[in-house]
């Protein structure tokens, strides 16, 4: 999930450290004249409100100025201290706006200003710190499960009633080495039955090591036709400072390696047929296809064969399955240039946010990614449609929490229309 990254385990930006410190300062000064204005301007909970702000503020000088990119940086001490800034600061910031509502008055010249922060603004302030909280302790942990029927009179006969299970950005160094969390999501996805089991990159978030404390666990993962994989963003060490190209290299092997072990089928630019009977069902699966500032590793035409001449070509007319981490890629190129009938990604993270009602369903992610979260359909002037699934993740990158995207399996059934 790029934004989150861009904050963590890249450089993190002098200008949004700017930007975070002013409005801290600006936040804390407007509530310490608020205490004042309260309780009189010499009382002490104005001077212990300073001292926490103070220690806020250094709280979140040692999260930034902490090794983040070094092989042997611990990155999950910078993503508790960031978040735990963050929660207390939004709750501030929510009880300053309302505070300032009670203000308008005065602007109007009617000389009373009204309490609205500390009657409306600091309950508020209150359910938002607890709600993030919440997401961090407990919705980050609670695994949900999403069925979704895919109908298509191209899906071979022998193939209907056919299950796919997915799962998506597990981010196994979020966890440390606790592996709790894990061994949870392993048994729901086991309990689902699937006939495939496909998994859509982000294992890691900075460095194949990080996978070795859930070898084990992940290696329970069983299924008839076994486990299907491909890399994501954050699979290719791309947010580590490596000393040598080898080093990177080496890192990048091992994952494949590792994956290898735990008895995953790990597609690189490759494809593979499932096979029912005498039907066949080919499984693309793309490298990383990256968007400024993620590398361009997926290569599509390398993966499936494109010439027109081929039996097996991007237009052959046969259902077929794609793995892409990226939902770019299918909006950019897949549903442009091929028949391919499904595309299954991840990536978004629906920013680890979502308000979801009925068939009402929000994040800012949608501000970045067209298709974001759930099932997209593309009907195409030849009336052929495409599909793509954007599966919003189980695990976490940047910021320890999940409000409202709870970490998900995806159980796909396939049916024949004819």
Request: aromatic share 12%; proline share 5%.
């Amino acid at each position: 999930m790029a934004e989150w990254n861009n904050v963590i385990s890249m450089r993190i930006p002098g200008a949004l450290l700017a930007i975070l410190y002013i409005l801290s300062c600006l936040i804390d000064l407007y509530i310490w004249k608020d205490l004042r204005y309260y309780c009189g301007k010499k009382n002490t909970a104005s001077k212990l409100y300073a001292v926490f702000s103070v220690l806020c503020w250094i709280l979140l000088t040692v999260a930034v100025c902490m090794p983040r990119r070094s092989q042997s940086a611990d990155i999950l001490p910078v993503m508790w201290m960031i978040y735990t800034f963050l929660t207390i600061y939004l709750a501030k910031l929510v009880y300053v706006v309302f505070s300032l509502i009670g203000r308008i008055p005065l602007l109007l010249k009617r000389h009373k200003r009204y309490n609205t922060g500390l009657w409306i603004g600091l309950p508020i302030a209150s359910i938002v710190f607890i709600i993030m909280w919440w997401g961090a302790m407990v919705t980050r942990h609670e695994v949900s499960v999403t069925r979704v029927e895919i109908e298509s009179s191209r899906i071979p006969h022998n193939f209907d009633g056919y299950t796919i299970a997915q799962f998506s950005d597990a981010h196994v160094g979020t966890w440390g080495k606790d592996t709790v969390f894990i061994s949870t999501l392993v048994d729901s996805i086991n309990a689902l039955h699937a006939d495939l089991i496909v998994f859509t990159g982000d294992i890691v978030n900075r460095s194949t090591p990080e996978l070795e404390p859930f070898l084990r666990v992940l290696s329970r993962l069983h299924a008839p036709d076994g486990v299907v994989s491909i890399l994501g963003n954050h699979d290719y060490g791309d947010y580590m400072d490596w000393s040598f190209p080898s080093e990177k290299a080496a890192n990048l092997e091992l994952l494949a390696a590792w994956q290898r072990q735990m008895g995953w089928r790990l597609l690189r630019n490759e494809h593979i047929f499932l096979s029912r009977g005498t039907d066949s069902i080919p499984l693309i699966g793309v490298e990383n296809w990256g968007e400024p500032p993620f590398k361009q590793y997926g290569k599509l035409e390398k993966a499936y064969p494109a010439a027109a001449d081929s039996p097996f070509n991007l237009n052959d007319g046969r259902f077929k399955i794609l793995l892409s981490h990226n939902p770019e890629h299918w909006r950019q190129e897949v549903r442009e240039v091929s028949d391919i009938d499904l595309t299954l990604a991840g990536h978004t993270h629906a920013m680890q946010f979502m308000i979801e009602i009925g068939s009402f369903k929000w994040s800012p992610a949608e501000y970045k990614y067209e298709q974001w979260a759930g099932l997209y359909e593309y009907i195409k002037s030849s009336g052929f449609n495409s599909r793509i699934y954007v599966n919003v993740g189980s695990g976490e990158v940047g910021m320890p929490f999940r409000i409202g995207a709870t970490p998900e399996i995806t159980l796909f059934t396939l049916r024949n229309t004819n």
